[in-house]
């Protein structure tokens, strides 16, 4: 079992910056690949960005590429997403999630993680 709590959501100008995390307990956090999800009001939640163990794969969804960037620290069991020149589209409530399997690459399907956290809402403003 993980438990994943995130944080560092909030009101942010267009063009600002924000850092969320999404600090893990339980099993060996370094077990798992993790992933940021967002879930836009009135829309389904769609993938965000993933990291496998070793931080050595990255994927990112095109709409976010080259703005935000994935990271995380396995001695401090907390992954990362560094939102930079955020846009009013880019409000929504984001999610970390971890995925079993620790030689895996990070997927960017919803169904294939295994825990979720609460969630952090972000909302940008034009």
């Known amino acids: 079992q993980v438990q994943l709590v995130e944080s560092g959501g909030g009101l942010v100008q267009a063009g600002g910056s924000r850092r969320l995390s999404c600090a893990a307990s339980?099993?060996?956090?370094?077990?798992?690949?993790m992933g940021w999800f967002r879930q836009a009001p009135g829309q389904e939640r769609e993938f965000v960005a993933g990291i496998n163990w070793s931080s050595s794969v990255t994927y990112y969804a095109d709409s976010v590429k080259g703005r935000f960037t994935i990271s995380r620290d396995n001695t401090k069991i907390t992954v990362y997403l560094q939102m930079n020149n955020l846009q009013p589209e880019d409000t929504a409530v984001y999610f970390c999630?971890?995925?079993?399997?620790?030689?895996?690459?990070?997927?960017?399907?919803?169904?294939?993680?295994?825990?979720w956290g609460q969630g952090t809402q972000v909302t940008v403003s034009s």
């Open positions: 339980g099993r060996s956090f370094s077990y798992y690949a």
């Open positions: 999630a971890a995925m079993n399997g620790r030689w895996s690459p990070p997927s960017t399907r919803e169904a294939v993680y295994n825990y």
